[in-house]
């Protein structure tokens, strides 16, 4: 157990729908990251926040976004969803602003499938 | 982003040292390497980092080549629970993990 927690574990929605998607670092941790892993395009990192702020972006669509809160928990909104967007999202928590100092502490995902 | 170079897959017979290697000759000097796993219907999980110096630790051993132009990951003794994809990813500052396809261990009785 790593100490992320995501809800839910699954997700079945239809296309053009919205879903949030919810992460709680671990104890502790300031950075969170979300990852989306499809069968096509693997492990792919879509962004990073620290403390609140947005910190990077990595291949995030415009149709995504996220928010990380005061108590450091953080949803990732999907809209408008598509057949593609079927996949695993997990999120990932560390302690500092830089990953290269501090590992990252991956839950165990969510498997969203559009139909 | 600089990229790293990993085989696809990798054999191993139980209770005998794993080496995995990693290509990653555009490394910058700020770059650290990383080396996850993650094992079947689980999230990627840490095993270690390292930037110069060769690293130990409970789970592996990481040793970086002198130009640090590759490195190899050293599973001691493997397990079959040490069967899963590993990634090894170079990260600067931490920005933008990008994770490869990996190379898949598996791991015969």
């Known amino acids: 157990d790593s100490g992320v927690t995501q809800t839910p574990k699954h997700l079945i929605t239809a296309t053009g729908q919205r879903v949030t998607l919810r992460c709680s670092p671990r104890?502790?941790?300031?950075?969170v990251y979300w990852y989306q892993q499809s069968l096509d395009q693997g492990l792919q990192f879509l962004i990073q926040y620290y403390n609140g702020e947005e910190r990077a972006k990595g291949n995030i669509l415009e149709r995504f976004s996220a928010q990380q809160f005061p108590d450091l928990h953080s949803e990732l909104n999907l809209s408008s969803l598509e057949l593609g967007d079927s996949a695993l999202y997990f999120c990932?928590?560390?302690?500092?602003?830089?990953?290269?100092?501090?590992?990252?502490?991956f839950g165990p995902g969510t498997r969203l499938t559009v139909t | 982003d600089a990229k790293t170079t990993q085989p696809n897959s990798m054999e191993s017979n139980e209770e005998e040292p794993v080496h995995l290697p990693c290509n990653h000759s555009t490394i910058s000097g700020t770059d650290y390497i990383h080396w996850y796993r993650q094992l079947p219907s689980q999230g990627p999980e840490y095993v270690i980092h390292g930037l110069t110096s060769n690293v130990n630790n409970r789970m592996a051993s990481l040793a970086i080549a002198e130009d640090r132009k590759s490195s190899t990951l050293i599973l001691h003794r493997a397990t079959l629970r040490d069967a899963a994809v590993y990634y090894c990813i170079l990260s600067n500052y931490g920005q933008n993990f990008v994770f490869g396809p990996g190379t898949r261990l598996s791991v015969l009785p």
């Open positions: 990932a928590s560390s302690m500092g602003l830089a990953g290269d100092s501090y590992e990252q502490y």
């Open positions: 104890s502790g941790d300031l950075s």
